[in-house]
Nanobody
Framework: QVQLVESGGGLVQAGGSLRLSCAAS????????MGWFRQAPGKEREFVAT????????YYADSVKGRFTISRDNAKNTVYLQMNSLKPEDTAVYYC?????????????????WGQGTQVTVSS
């Protein structure tokens, strides 16, 4: 069992930056593929970024590629999402997720554990 707790959300102006953190409990964190998803009001939860257990492989949604960076520190049981050049359309609740399967996945159905989410609001 893995418990995930996100932090770092907030209100930022367009063009600004935020870094989200996701702290995981459990000794098996380093074996999980981790992902970030987001959900805006009235919309489906969508994939943002994913990282494999070593941190050497990553994959991004086209909408955030070049602006967001996912990383992890297995010694700290934490995964991060650095978000730069934020846009109003990035406004959403951001969720961290863990996948026991190992392969990078953009499908939310592939992920086994979810955090409670953290709100990111980008003003224009």
């Amino acid at each position: 069992q893995v418990q995930l707790v996100e932090s770092g959300g907030g209100l930022v102006q367009a063009g600004g930056s935020l870094r989200l953190s996701c702290a995981a409990s459990g000794r098996t964190f380093s074996s999980y593929t981790m992902g970030w998803f987001r959900q805006a009001p009235g919309k489906e939860r969508e994939f943002v970024a994913t990282i494999n257990w070593t941190g050497r492989s990553t994959y991004y949604a086209d909408s955030v590629k070049g602006r967001f960076t996912i990383s992890r520190d297995n010694a700290k049981n934490t995964v991060y999402l650095q978000m730069n050049s934020l846009k109003p359309e990035d406004t959403a609740v951001y969720y961290c997720a863990a996948d026991r399967g190992g392969a990078l996945s953009v499908a939310k159905e592939a992920y086994d554990y979810w955090g409670q989410g953290t709100q990111v609001t980008v003003s224009s």
